[in-house]
T-cell receptor, first 109, second 116 residues
């Protein structure tokens, strides 16, 4: 089955700086790669996603890149703000979602 | 995106008993998914529920422990059977949005289960 590795497990950045979270996947049949933000006690919320026929996608301060050959994809958050503090999960799918272990992003004021 | 109503939102159960969790979607969806999120951890897919056929379980999960029903295209239940404290987790249902081209997955609000 699919295996998704996510790094780092914890990331602390200064407010206004950029944050990058990286994931690798194992199943070349996976064709959909979402990123979720989960705040304490809440359900995961989709923040951006990318399909396997696209290399990059951007939505305001958030971008995702996908390298199918290397089987890795990354989340980029620019101009970080305190409200970006949360746990972020990457996932890969060809049906149900296989999640990475998560990254606890801490924005230092 | 689809709106999911999941209940109960939380429950405290005695070991050895069973709990059934319900998910209702405001639109017809082909596939519904059930996940478990243990405290402080990531989400793990339990099974995929398709209407009109048996659920497909992921490695490590079995039908006797987590029976699933999918009577129609808007509703599903997950039962956690013969519970032990190790079953204490958040259980979430999810659907794939079949309207948006990006096929986003939406989650219910989750059921926080504590087994004592």
């Amino acid at each position: 089955g699919e295996n998704v590795e996510q790094h780092p497990s914890t990331l602390s950045v200064q407010e206004g700086d950029s944050a990058v979270i990286k994931c690798t996947y194992s199943d070349s049949a996976s064709n959909y790669f979402p990123w979720y933000k989960q705040e304490l006690g809440k359900r995961p919320q989709l923040i951006i996603d990318i399909r396997s026929n696209v290399g990059e996608k951007k939505d305001q301060r958030i971008a995702v890149t996908l390298n199918k050959t290397a089987k890795h994809f990354s989340l980029h958050i620019t101009e970080t703000q305190p409200e970006d503090s949360a746990v972020y999960f990457c996932a890969a799918s060809r049906g149900g979602l296989t999640f990475g272990k998560g990254t606890h992003l801490i924005i230092q004021p | 995106s689809a709106v999911i109503s999941q209940k109960p939102s939380r429950d405290i159960c005695q070991r050895g008993t069973s709990l059934t969790i319900q998910c209702q979607v405001d639109s017809q969806v082909t596939m519904m998914f059930w996940y478990r999120q243990q405290p402080g951890q990531s989400l793990t897919l339990i099974a995929t529920a398709n209407q009109g056929s048996e659920a497909t379980y992921e490695s490590g999960f079995v039908i006797d422990k987590f029976p699933i029903s999918r009577p129609n295209l808007t509703f599903s239940t997950l039962t956690v059977s013969n519970m032990s404290p190790e079953d204490s987790s958040i259980y979430l249902c999810s659907v794939r949005d079949e309207v948006r081209a990006s096929y986003g997955y939406t989650f219910g609000s989750g059921t926080r289960l504590t087994v004592v």
